[in-house]
């Protein structure tokens, strides 16, 4: 995204094989293994959490009204770790002494071996591409100081308490000294990892085509997206002044994406 001045990528992706109605099954894999990791605490140990016990810590999660796209976080978690490499500070649900749920979205470190970011996670899932940039933009324009015109410092957007109760204060500022060793090697700006589901729609007739013709439309068709939310998103980032920051951003459409991502995880954790 050319307005932004510091590091940043864009990705569209979608689901294989390129066809409506998309097929779930290897995203409910995806989800699936990347539970029990996206809801334990940092300090507690994998081996001693069950899949079963992150189910029901996210289902009490998902009846509690604070989430609105739960399967949006998780993938936010998952691309963040996985396609950035960036490690997970602490996310909304989080298993730890004393399971609960944060008020807080998603926080995230990612080192180049030079300089380390701070990077608040955010996803929207909705059936609309441009009300789901929308929201998501206004979801960071809302965070703490974000709604000032002032550059939002990478320091102010990590939640101590959050730490500070998984760990204790003295190994929870242990481990944030183990990976920023030095305010030099600390990005100030604050950095965002942003993922956007949509509902995938095309004016062209899918159904009377070849394969590899309704493949290569949808193939076209997401590029398209791609394109649309470059600029939509170029728009916002210059209107609130985040040019500092980095930004990186998944969008994944779907054939439904709010009545889908909900079936998705009813189907995983349980309603």
Known sequence: MDVVKNKNSIHAFVLKPELLPFRYKNLRKL????????????GVEKTDITGLKAGQLLRRYAKSGIPSNLLGELLTYIFL????????????????????????????????????????????????LQEAVDNVV????????????????ATDIVDMTIL?????????????QTMIPNESGLEEVASYGLFIGYQFKTEQDLDN???????????????NDLQQAISQLGRAIQQHHWQKSSFYVYLLPFTSAEEDSHKIMNDLIGG
Request: glycine share 4%.
């Open 164 to 176: 500070n109760a998984q760990l204790g204060e003295a190994e929870s500022q242990a481990i944030i």
């Open 209 to 223: 085509c070849t394969q590899d013709e309704a493949k290569k439309i949808c193939r076209q068709t997401v590029n």
């Open 31 to 42: 989800a699936m293994s990347n539970i029990t990791n996206y809801a334990i605490a940092r």
């Open 81 to 128: 770790e996985h396609e950035e490499n960036a490690l997970k500070l602490y996310t909304r649900a989080e298993i730890s002494a004393i399971d609960r749920t944060i008020d807080s979205e998603g926080m995230y470190l990612k080192s180049d071996g030079e300089r380390v970011q701070l990077i608040l996670g955010a996803s929207q899932l909705n059936n609309s």
């Open 138 to 153: 206004e979801k960071l324009s809302k965070f703490r100081n974000n709604q000032s015109d002032e550059m939002m410092l």
